[in-house]
């Protein structure tokens, strides 16, 4: 286990109350647990942005009987060749589908390709996560 280290955090009674809220809907055991994972948080939104190696999902909710769609979506995954690893496919009802299609690459080459997909008319919702490709964010994020 890491070597840890104590430091002080200063903030005001509200901010702090509504940190302690948050802390308990998520389940978390005390605050450290919590403060650790918004600063991992906080160091792989760097990662992302510096276009660094990724992996991520991106999950669509589409209409599919617009005219077509799958078609286009399924053009812009074999467009983007190896980025994209797999895709699950399930039917939610008569109208619409659900895609989740899981990615690796640099975070902006993802991004453009999620940003293709959710553009296209019938696509009701979208998200793309990202994060770190393996590498302990320790080392991801080193080379600053």
């Given at each position: 286990?890491?070597?840890?280290?104590?430091?002080?955090?200063?903030?005001?009674?509200?901010?702090?109350?509504?940190?302690?809220?948050?802390?308990?809907r998520?389940?978390?055991g005390?605050?450290?647990e919590?403060?650790?994972?918004?600063?991992?948080?906080?160091?792989?939104?760097g990662?992302?942005?510096?276009?660094?190696?990724?992996?991520?999902?991106?999950t669509?909710?589409y209409?599919?009987?617009?005219?077509?769609?799958?078609?286009?979506?399924?053009?812009?995954?074999?467009?983007?060749g190896a980025?994209?690893?797999?895709a699950?496919?399930?039917?939610?009802?008569?109208?619409?589908c659900?895609?989740?299609?899981?990615?690796?690459?640099?975070?902006k080459?993802?991004q453009a390709?999620?940003d293709?997909?959710?553009?296209?008319?019938?696509?009701?919702?979208?998200?793309?996560?990202?994060?770190?490709?393996?590498?302990?964010?320790?080392?991801?994020?080193?080379?600053?």
């Open positions: 286990m890491p070597q840890l280290s104590r430091t002080g955090v200063s903030l005001e009674d509200d901010l702090l109350k509504e940190f302690d809220r948050l802390i308990a998520r389940g978390y005390n605050r450290s919590a403060i650790r994972d918004l600063i991992r948080e906080a160091l792989l939104a990662v992302v942005e510096s276009n660094r190696p990724v992996v991520g999902t991106l669509i909710v209409d599919h009987h617009v005219p077509n769609l799958a078609q286009k979506l399924t053009e812009v995954q074999h467009t983007a980025m994209i690893l797999a699950t496919h399930i039917h939610l009802d008569h109208h619409y659900l895609e989740v299609i899981i990615m690796k690459g640099r975070g080459d993802l390709v999620a293709g997909m959710l553009a296209l008319r019938g696509v009701e919702l979208g998200k793309l996560v990202l994060t770190n490709s393996g590498a302990s964010l320790k080392h991801a994020t080193h080379a600053h």
